[in-house]
């Protein structure tokens, strides 16, 4: 079997495979510096980023509430964006390129339902602002359900009690 390593690495002879245009596409898309045409990887990266964050703030806020409809709104949430974002990132990396340089958040204690409700409200603001990253209409799509989740979060937390 030939590892990914191995292929990245050049320890494997590729040529006996492909066609040395072939082989030039392949150096040309591993040597590629975050950024493919319309497609902005360090945004997507600080999107993903955030979403990886939001599942463990939201699962603490989910812990730490004394509202049984505020747990159960916030259990929806941090059990559906796990799959979604999971979702997300097959298919940006299926077209473009393995993900690199996640990065981690601060996790903060429950303090009032408001403010919960003004975390999930920034974060579907910064996922607003970030979309455009990636123009492809599946992905749009995806993120679509993200911003879904969200707003049905947001709105089972106003209107719910």
């Not at 006996?16 to 040309?28: A, G, L, Y």
């Not at 747990?71 to 993900?99: C, P």
């Amino acid at each position: 079997m030939i590892t990914k390593k191995q292929l990245v690495g050049k320890k494997f002879n590729i040529s006996k495979f492909i066609s040395e245009q072939d082989e030039e596409d392949f150096d040309t898309e591993n040597e590629t510096n975050g950024e493919e045409g319309d497609t902005n990887v360090g945004d997507f990266v600080d999107m993903m980023s955030a979403l990886l964050n939001s599942q463990t703030q939201v699962h603490v806020f989910h812990l730490q509430t004394e509202s049984y409809a505020e747990h159960k709104a916030l259990q929806n949430y941090y059990e559906g964006i796990d799959g979604i974002v999971d979702g997300l990132v097959e298919s940006f990396q299926g077209k473009y390129q393995i993900l690199k340089n996640y990065r981690g958040g601060d996790i903060y204690d429950w303090k009032s339902t408001d403010e919960t409700i003004k975390y999930l409200k920034n974060l579907c603001t910064m996922v607003e602002e970030k979309r455009n990253c990636c123009k492809d209409s599946y992905i749009q799509n995806q993120i679509d359900t993200v911003c879904e989740l969200i707003n049905s979060t947001t709105y089972k937390l106003r209107f719910l009690k």
